[in-house]
């Protein structure tokens, strides 16, 4: 648990970087701080492993005040995650990895053991253990880079823009990553972005942050989109928020509509176990639009609704044998009988 | 020591006499400008043709390596041995060592013009030529008064030991000293020739600033100047 | 062996032990002096620029004002090593600073939230990443200091570099040539062990090479190369 209490930081010639910030980061969740630049949110993060000192207030790291500790000792004990990974050039892969245990005095051949089981776990051939950093796509090098913070074993893990240099594909892939890790590590995890879709995909809770420093609104995802603290959180989160918050509703009531089986209108095509594999007017066969899994989201039954062209779209179980139809007005219904004060959540 | 050395500035003669200070101060200067002015009608074509084409870097690269490493006292006196005594082997020698900084200089400027730059000057329909005059030379012009600063280092350096070979300048005070063990007279020279290539160094530094657009900028601003960290700077070191 | 009536053997490893101690020195010296300048933004003002006034100096000239500074006689090798050394440091210093610099802030950063101490973030990480930029400099500083070692030999302490007044006084010019092969070819070999001495120590930088393979990075190593070229040839002939 990582807890600020008043913290302010100003700096010398006058600029303030953090007004006055309580916030409470709970153990074993990721907690997302968003703004815009010049908001402190890195500021705020890096005050957990003293590379900056508040001015006043104090930082708590599972209720022991860090101003007390010797900062290296204090970070071997910290995971640290930085936009362009930051691994050292000159060290393999695998010393990268296993640079925190080294510094804490773990035999070289061990660290070097553990750090081959790391870079499995985060999605890497253990061949690229070898090889230089450079040799790596940007990609590879930030999943390496989380390898390297998970190297110590530290219950806490700071990530300052880990994914924001890499193209919008891999950085999906390393999200996805991110949320499966956490599910088996829980660790307790501090998020910087600048991305609100990011934290809205990652967060436990989302601490948003206004320029110079202080917290507009502190919350569960689903809540910042159902219900803005006040016009910047609103403006931040975006303009089809609305949309958005559809995947943090569950789709438990949905009517689900039979399919035509004869007709001249759109047929839809199965396989021998039931699949969908697309559809057919007349002699045309058309290809499905996207599919909506039994337990998804609102927002993924109203996308398979809208995007295919038959005009309904196609729920199907978990082994992708089709359930039913979804129609666009059978979701509008339901969103308007589950709509505030708070839906049911399904992350 | 020192007062023999004041004593040696101040005497009359060494102001006015045809062995004094200022004549063989002209003649140093004049060795060093006629070899770098050589040296550049030279290394200045071929440094624009290899950079605007990227044919023949090798050339470059090879040239400033090898050219390190050859002891230029050595080249003197073989050059001497060779054509005889005079100006034509002494300014030959010293031609050599101006190539390499003003090739290297005029070629790194050219080359590392940015290449949006020369495509926008391409794409506005320039020809090769208007792109090599109007946009690729006065970008590169920072980098090549660097190297034209450093030639002149070096040959006003190296002019030093020209007395060796029996012609004037600074250097003969040293050598002459050596030979009639007069450590007065060798000291003296060497101080000047110091201040020569002290003197030089920031007259060419200032000619540097003033062709770099963004120093200029720096100068006029209100804020001090600030250390440039850029081109200019790299090819300083050790100028 | 004896060649030109002098023995080879004994001059060539004098002309060794002249040339590169001061190297060594000079390193010695200016890993701590480059490191403060490169940590301390006053130290830089005041260092970076001193070194570049001694750099300015004809080797010539130190060479005869050294006894005047150091207290030793005219024909010491104390002399030409110290002076070497000035010559060695004024070089590497910048080399340091530059090296230093070349490591990337956020390696920087990564380092010390992993928890590095200073001194172990300087030798684990800093050091070895300047390694390519620092044996470099100490390229240039050795393959300089064997071609300078020779212009001593005007003020009677040169080493190889006597085979050129000894051959000029008897105009012969197969020992000048003699000479000039010889020390052309002990700097290269000297240059040529440097150079994979750097590959031993920096394996990595090797790796990185072959990735560079797109259109901006190519231009970027060409310039580099250009500088580097340049660079290198500033100082070959401080006589």
């Not at chain 1, 975006?238 to 689900?256: A, K, M, N, P």
């Not at chain 2, 590392?112 to 020369?118: E, M």
Request: proline share 6%; aromatic share 6%.
């Amino acid at each position: 648990m990582i807890e600020f209490s008043d913290v302010r930081k100003a700096y010398p010639d006058g600029t303030v970087a953090l007004q006055s910030l309580s916030l409470t980061a709970r153990a074993g969740e990721i907690t997302v701080l968003v703004g815009p630049s010049g908001c402190g949110k890195t500021t705020t993060l890096r005050m957990v492993n003293r590379m900056v000192d508040p001015s006043s207030g104090t930082v708590r790291l599972d209720g022991v005040d860090v101003s007390t500790q010797d900062p290296p000792t204090l970070r071997r004990g910290i995971g640290y995650v930085i936009q362009n990974a930051g691994l050292f050039p000159h060290r393999t892969v695998l010393d990268n990895v296993a640079t925190v245990p080294v510094l804490l005095g773990r035999r070289r051949a061990e660290a070097r053991q553990a750090a081959g089981e790391l870079l499995e776990r985060v999605g890497l051939d253990p061949k690229v253990g070898g090889r230089y950093p450079s040799q790596l796509s940007g990609g590879q090098q930030q999943r390496v880079g989380v390898a390297r913070a998970l190297a110590g074993d530290a219950p806490v893990l700071l990530m300052d823009e880990p994914f924001s240099a890499v193209d919008p594909v891999v950085r999906a892939d390393l999200q996805d990553e991110l949320l499966r890790l956490q599910s088996e590590l829980g660790r307790t995890i501090l998020f910087v972005t600048h991305d609100i879709d990011e934290a809205i995909r990652l967060g436990d809770m989302v601490a948003v942050l206004r320029v110079g420093g202080t917290l507009a609104q502190f919350a569960p995802p689903a809540d910042l989109l159902a219900a803005p603290a006040d016009d910047f959180v609103a403006g931040f989160v975006g303009r089809d928020r609305g949309y958005r918050r559809l995947q943090f509703v569950g789709t438990g009531s949905l009517t689900l509509q039979d399919f035509p089986t004869t007709g001249d209108g759109w047929l839809l095509v199965v396989d021998d176990d039931g699949r969908p594999t697309g559809w057919r007017q007349g002699d045309e066969h058309v290809a499905l639009g996207t599919v909506h899994a039994e337990g998804g989201s609102l927002r993924s039954a109203l996308d398979a609704a809208l995007s295919s062209p038959a005009g309904r779209g196609v729920a199907v179980d978990d082994d992708g044998r089709v359930l039913g139809g979804i129609e666009p007005e059978a979701v509008i219904t339901l969103l308007h009988a589950s709509s505030s004060p708070a839906p049911e959540a399904v992350r | 020591m020192f007062s023999s050395l004041i004593a040696w500035f101040g005497a009359p003669a060494q102001w006015s006499s045809a062995s004094g200070i200022p004549v063989r101060l002209l003649q140093h200067l004049g060795y060093t400008a006629l070899a770098v002015l050589v040296g550049a009608v030279i290394a200045v074509p071929v440094g624009l043709y290899i950079g605007h084409t990227d044919r023949g870097r090798f050339l470059v690269v090879g040239l400033a390596n090898g050219l390190r490493a050859l002891p230029e006292l050595g080249v003197l006196v073989l050059f001497v041995l060779l054509l005889g005594l005079g100006l034509t082997p002494v300014t030959l020698a010293l031609m050599l060592l101006a190539i390499p900084p003003l090739l290297a200089g005029t070629y790194a400027g050219i080359s590392g013009v940015d290449p949006a730059a020369v495509d926008a000057a391409r794409g506005v329909g320039m020809t090769e030529r208007q792109v090599l005059f109007q946009v690729e030379l006065p970008n590169a012009l920072p980098l090549m008064v660097a190297g034209l600063r450093t030639a002149t280092l070096q040959v006003v350096a190296t002019a030093t030991i020209a007395a060796f070979v029996s012609l004037g300048g600074l250097g003969r005070y040293i050598v002459d000293g050596q030979a009639q063990r007069d450590f007065t007279q060798m000291a003296g020279g060497a101080i000047l020739v110091a201040l020569l290539a002290i003197v030089l160094e920031v007259a060419l530094q200032g000619l540097q600033r003033a062709v770099t657009p963004g120093a200029r900028r720096a100068r006029s601003g209100s804020r001090p100047p600030t250390p440039a960290v850029g081109t200019s700077d790299v090819v300083t070191a050790g100028g | 062996m004896r060649l030109f009536g002098a023995d080879i053997l004994p001059l060539a490893a004098e002309h060794i032990v002249l040339a590169l101690v001061p190297v060594l020195l000079g390193l010695v010296v200016s890993l701590p002096l480059g490191w403060w300048a490169w940590r301390s933004r006053g130290a830089r003002r005041v260092l970076l620029p001193l070194t570049g006034v001694l750099y300015t100096i004809p080797s010539l000239a130190l060479f005869v004002v050294m006894p005047l500074i150091l207290g030793t006689r005219i024909l010491d090798p104390v002399n030409v090593v110290v002076a070497l050394t000035v010559y060695a440091v004024a070089l590497l210093v910048r080399s340091v600073v530059d090296g230093l610099d070349e490591v990337p802030s956020e390696v920087m950063t990564a380092g010390v939230a992993m928890g590095y101490r200073p001194l172990g973030l300087l030798f684990g990480v800093q050091l070895p990443l300047a390694v390519p930029v620092l044996v470099a400099g100490v390229r240039v500083a050795a393959v300089s200091s064997f071609s300078l070692v020779a212009v001593g030999a005007i003020i009677g302490q040169g080493a190889l570099g006597t085979l050129f007044t000894q051959g000029f006084e008897r105009f012969y010019t197969a020992q000048i040539v003699f000479g000039l092969v010889s020390i052309l070819v002990l700097a290269l070999l000297i240059d040529a062990l440097l150079m994979m001495l750097g590959r031993l120590l920096a394996p990595w930088a090797a790796a990185r090479a072959p990735q560079k393979a797109g259109d901006a990075a190519q231009r970027s190593s060409t310039r580099e190369q250009g500088e580097a070229a340049q660079r290198s040839s500033t100082r070959e002939s401080a006589v």
